[in-house]
């Protein structure tokens, strides 16, 4: 049974950073593509960031370029996602979900596994 557990999340001031982590289990991790998405209240899903399996590839949506940073660790089975710079545009539930390829679309519908998601609150 595939387990994908988010965690990280918090209520930070606008400038801050926080280090979201997410653990799967139940999977080879080294496998997949892994990506971040997130989902504001009254807004689509958005994808985030997204990493191939051997972190040769990384995408990052216009809006966290140059601020977020994901990363992973295969022999932790753990993804990261490094956020600098926090704005309040940036409070979200935050996702991350494990996809059988690396691909530069992040669309949700491609990812296999998803987490319960941990939330990120930033205050102006």
């Known amino acids: 049974q595939v387990q994908v557990v988010e965690s990280g999340g918090g209520l930070v001031q606008a400038g801050g950073s926080l280090r979201l982590s997410c653990t799967a289990s139940?999977?080879?991790?080294?496998?997949?593509?892994m990506g971040w998405f997130r989902h504001a209240p009254g807004m689509e899903r958005e994808g985030v960031s997204c990493?191939?399996?051997?972190?040769?590839?990384?995408y990052y949506v216009d809006s966290v370029k140059g601020r977020f940073s994901i990363s992973r660790d295969n022999a932790k089975n753990t993804l990261y996602l490094q956020m600098n710079t926090l704005k309040p545009e940036d409070t979200a539930m935050y996702y991350c979900?494990?996809?059988?390829?690396?691909?530069?679309?992040?669309?949700?519908?491609?990812?296999?596994?998803w987490g319960q998601g941990t939330q990120v609150t930033v205050s102006s």
């Open positions: 979900a494990a996809d059988w390829r690396f691909r530069r679309t992040l669309k949700a519908d491609d990812y296999l596994y």
């Open positions: 139940g999977l080879t991790f080294d496998d997949y593509a």
């Open positions: 990493i191939s399996w051997n972190s040769g590839s990384k």
